[in-house]
């Protein structure tokens, strides 16, 4: 009988050890595949903001501001909760703040890729309509995003016109001179709210719109 206990804890320790190898194999794994999806679903989505910049020409001769209209994506930062999301649309209206009317559709669930200010507010819940992969700290658990190069400071928005050139704060735009096309590189670094996971940065080419992963400029 004590030989069959004995057995039994041995049995025991091996199955221990045997997971801890298995959880210390998974659980990086783990973490990269969510860096790879942040990386893939926000990118994409960037790329998604471009392509309909391509196709809907802006170009007003009637309106001195039709710059504002161009297509962005535009993320926000929330100052009394440690929500991060974004959008992607037009200001069509020029008001300044778009709504969900003036949004893309998400092509992976027919929601609106958009999420108003008011989902900053503590205990806010997202809309049905909205698409839940905006909310990148929630989906991916995104804790900051810093500006980089011609984005440097408080612009919170990449904007493209239809030959596919990248602008900074279209929101300002008063004439139609171009003056906010970038004149250098746009990045943006994401960090995540577990340190273990490395931080990523997307950059948007000046002039050509070429949209990649910092360190990876070759592909």
Partial sequence: MSYKVAFSMIELIMVIVVIGILSSMVIPRFKRDIRQNAIDSIRSDILYTKQLALLDDKHNIDDVRWQRTYWKWRYTLCSDSDKVFYSVSSDMN???NVNRSESAIDASNGKY???????????????KDDSPRVIISEEFGIKSIINGG??????QSIAFDNFGRPHRGVESYASPNYEFMLKKNCSFTFTFFDEDIKPFTIVIEAITGRIFIGGDEGN
């Fill in 94 to 96: 020029e008001k300044g």
């Fill in 113 to 127: 890729l958009y999420q108003s200010n008011y989902f900053c507010r503590e205990g806010a819940t997202p809309h």
């Fill in 150 to 155: 011609d984005c440097r400071g408080d612009v």
